[in-house]
């Protein structure tokens, strides 16, 4: 009943392709998360202090990021706008999913993060003079950070896992390099064991990174 | 001096304080006392400005400090300002906590504030704690951490919102202890307290707030032993 034979060879060929594709991979992954941290604090921001259309666009932001599968997020930025004749390259196509994705998901980590630093931190810095910018990126913001930095370093596996879906807009990412490869060879399950070894060693050594990073920005 | 002429406030229609007229000089040092919700606090947060008023001044040598054009971090330099909740800053460590403020908002070198918050510091009697964090510090410490923070910025005044209120029984003096220390040296200063053995040693006048206004104010033995006011004496009577 099981008589598959393995044929790790092809495989092996083309790890060096698979592993360029796991650079890139990685590349949109950290640069969506860098995009996503700027803008996910923003929209943060203008969510808890500013009023009237401003506000309702970013909270439709996040709604849409977080309410709607990621899948969808993707396909609207390339059959989306392709439809409206704004065609994006497949690697734009991922990086603004992904972007939108996480900005969402962070927005709602931040602003969880500033709630739970207490107005009082806010006043105390103000009481000695500093300016409400020196208060917010000295006291506040550095407290924040600690406070969103596992969900971060979360969002961080999220992104590179969900940089996958770039396979199905036609980006030739880890997972589409994978296909690529695993249906000209049809050694698919093979190709498919070996990426998801490179998936995890990838997540492992973020989550190491990130360990050791956090014994070092936070001693208190 | 601190002038203090009609000063009205109000959240929202909410009444909070009712039209204070108060005076303190240079050197001298006033406790405020009344029961909780009677303004004392708020009257500190106007004074620097952390609140905004509704009516009347606020003047902090010869600045209002509600008028538009005053640099209120300027200001703010002159007013130090210590909490209930004691506010340390929970990333930085002690000598960091201190330091701070003189690096960025006076401009010091680093080396310069460093060497201001370590002498703030052993003067509260935190000399052996530079290095650590606040979680590491007791709620006294922690306190007494606030009053150097505020002292490094070498302030005019210094402003007491309930220094002892939240702390544990056992580690009130200490930070009493600090407070008088300041008041013998000469600071100004302005203490809302519950600690009526505090504002009868250490101050010079005591005021009794009620309900948003400023009943009886003078010297503490005429508010303690000969109160003027019916709610001076019904206060008293139930705090001892």
């Known amino acids: ?220 | 001096m601190i002038e203090i002429h009609d000063l009205h406030k109000y959240f929202g229609t909410l009444h909070v304080l009712k039209g204070i007229d108060l005076n303190v000089e240079k050197g001298e040092v006033l406790s405020v006392i009344g029961a909780s919700g009677s303004g004392k606090s708020t009257l500190l947060y106007c004074i620097n400005g952390l609140e905004p008023v509704q009516q009347g001044r606020v003047v902090v040598d010869g600045t209002d400090v509600h008028a538009k054009g005053t640099d209120i971090n300027k200001l703010r330099q002159r007013l130090g300002m210590v909490f209930q909740q004691w506010n340390s800053f929970p990333h930085l460590t002690a000598l960091e906590n201190v330091a701070l403020a003189p690096k960025i908002v006076k401009g010091k070198s680093k080396a310069e504030a460093r060497e201001i918050a370590a002498q703030q510091l052993r003067h509260v009697g935190l000399g052996e704690k530079l290095a650590v964090y606040p979680s590491a510090l007791s709620g006294g410490q922690q306190q007494r951490l606030a009053i150097a923070r505020a002292l490094a910025m070498e302030p005019e005044y210094m402003l007491f919102d309930e220094a002892t209120s939240a702390l544990d029984p056992e580690l009130v003096g200490e930070v009493l202890e600090t407070m008088r220390m300041l008041a013998e040296e000469g600071m100004t200063m302005i203490c809302v307290t519950h600690e009526m053995g505090f504002a009868r040693d250490v101050s010079d006048r005591v005021a009794f707030f009620h309900q948003g206004v400023m009943e009886e104010i003078g010297p503490p033995e005429q508010i303690f032993s000969n109160a003027q006011s019916e709610h001076t004496r019904k206060f008293l009577a139930n705090v001892r």
């Not at chain 1, 949109?28 to 941290?37: D, F, N, S, T």
């Not at chain 1, 803008?39 to 808890?48: N, Q, S, V």
């Not at chain 1, 589409?176 to 399950?189: M, P, V």
């Not at chain 1, 360990?211 to 920005?217: E, F, H, Q, V």
């Open chain 1, 1 to 220: 009943m099981f008589d598959y034979n393995f044929h790790w060879r092809p495989v092996m060929k083309s790890l060096p392709d698979l592993l360029d594709a796991a650079f890139l991979t990685l590349q949109v992954a950290v640069l969506a998360m860098v995009l996503g941290i700027i803008i996910g604090l923003c929209l943060a921001l203008i969510r808890m202090h500013m009023k009237g259309p401003i506000r309702w666009l970013a909270s439709c932001w996040v709604e849409l990021a977080r309410n709607t599968p990621a899948l969808f997020q993707l396909f609207f930025f390339g059959f989306g706008l392709g439809a409206f004749g704004l065609h994006l390259s497949p690697y734009m196509i991922v990086l603004a999913g992904l972007t939108f994705n996480c900005a969402g998901y962070l927005a709602e980590n931040f602003r969880g993060g500033f709630n739970a630093v207490p107005d009082t931190q806010l006043r105390a810095s103000r009481s000695l003079g500093m300016t409400a910018w020196q208060a917010y990126t000295r006291i506040v913001i550095p407290q924040v950070f600690r406070i969103v930095y596992h969900p971060i370093t979360n969002q961080m596996v999220w992104a590179v896992l969900m940089s996958s879906l770039g396979m199905l807009v036609g980006f030739r990412e880890l997972s589409g390099e994978t296909q690529f490869f695993a249906s000209r060879t049809f050694r698919i399950f093979e190709y498919f064991a070996v990426t998801a070894v490179i998936y995890y060693v990838i997540v492992k050594l973020i989550l190491i990174a990130s360990r050791l990073l956090a014994t070092r920005l936070f001693r208190y």
